[in-house]
């Protein structure tokens, strides 16, 4: 497979909360033959949730302006992230077909010697995983796998929604990520509210995290009633901090204790193609130092890969 570059834009939630995440992913993606660059001068992407809901033109100026920058290098962005992914790749895509639009987001960006001219494509981790490297690839890879651990999968909103647009995958019966998180050898654990939100998406966490959290508990008690699993596992880093963390602030608002271990798909990748916890700082989680110890479902890897 020839070598394919992407620029790596990380948004915010990776390099400030999750570090691991970027870690876990320079890895897997070095093991695959895909380089990864540094995406010098890129902003917040910014949160669709938030400046996409009140003013388009802002939402679409202020991501454009991170576009020209892949464009000038001449590289497609990609992003582990849910929301940047939304941001980025819906802006490309609507700057690419609405005249208006451009017109005057490009006018804003001549005030700082800008262009957007649509020359670049927006992919997610998943995408590139998926569609460029192939999961066969992937578990040829894998050399701990991870059999005989539960694996709750959480795809998050943004990656696959609107289906009609993006046509990334069938948004209520979704594959693709279970597919990809297969390739490591766990085993899928169905549940009914594995769609809904995470509960932090659309500035909800922002305005009452209260609010939020009841998302999160439904979400909790639904994988609980299938069984349980030993971890959950999403490629967005802001699912990521809503189950992790919200499983601390659950205990303190609600008075119910959870045990789930969260990963990022590309920790999980990490994990599986034999790199250690330490290799990527996964003790950075909250739910692993609050418990002052190492994940149990790495127990199972453990005996599994004996």
Wanted: a negative charge.
């Amino acid at each position: 497979m020839a070598k394919h570059s992407y620029y790596h834009f990380l948004g915010c939630i990776i390099p400030h909360r999750y570090p691991s995440i970027e870690r876990a992913t320079n890895l897997v993606f070095e093991d695959l033959g895909l380089e990864l660059l540094d995406m010098v001068g890129a902003s917040c992407c910014p949160a669709p949730g938030v400046f996409g809901s009140f003013d388009r033109v802002t939402w679409a100026s202020i991501a454009a302006r991170n576009l020209t920058l892949a464009e000038a290098g001449g590289h497609d962005i990609v992003t582990g992230c849910n929301g940047c992914f939304a941001s980025l790749w819906d802006s490309n895509h609507e700057l690419k077909h609405d005249v208006e639009l451009r017109t005057k987001v490009n006018e804003i960006l001549g005030e700082v010697g800008r262009e957007f001219k649509g020359t670049i494509e927006v992919y997610h981790y998943v995408d590139v995983l998926y569609n460029v490297v192939g999961t066969q690839k992937i578990r040829e890879h894998v050399t701990r796998p991870l059999n005989g651990v539960r694996m709750a999968l959480h795809p998050g909103c943004h990656w696959m929604r609107p289906r009609a647009v993006k046509k990334k995958d069938n948004s209520e019966r979704p594959r693709i990520f279970r597919e990809l998180c297969e390739a490591t050898g766990a085993e899928y654990v169905p549940y009914r509210d594995e769609l809904i939100c995470c509960g932090a998406g659309g500035a909800v966490r922002t305005a009452d995290v209260k609010v939020a959290l009841d998302f999160t508990v439904q979400k909790f008690d639904s994988i609980l009633k299938a069984g349980g699993a030993d971890l959950i596992v999403t490629p967005c880093p802001f699912c990521e901090l809503q189950l992790d963390m919200g499983q601390v602030e659950i205990q303190k608002l609600f008075n119910k204790s959870y045990n789930f271990d969260v990963l990022h798909v590309s920790e999980l990748l990490a994990l599986a193609f034999g790199h250690e916890p330490e290799e990527f700082g996964l003790g950075t989680h909250l739910q692993y130092q609050q418990r002052k110890s190492a994940p149990g479902f790495l127990a199972k890897v453990s005996d599994s890969s004996t």
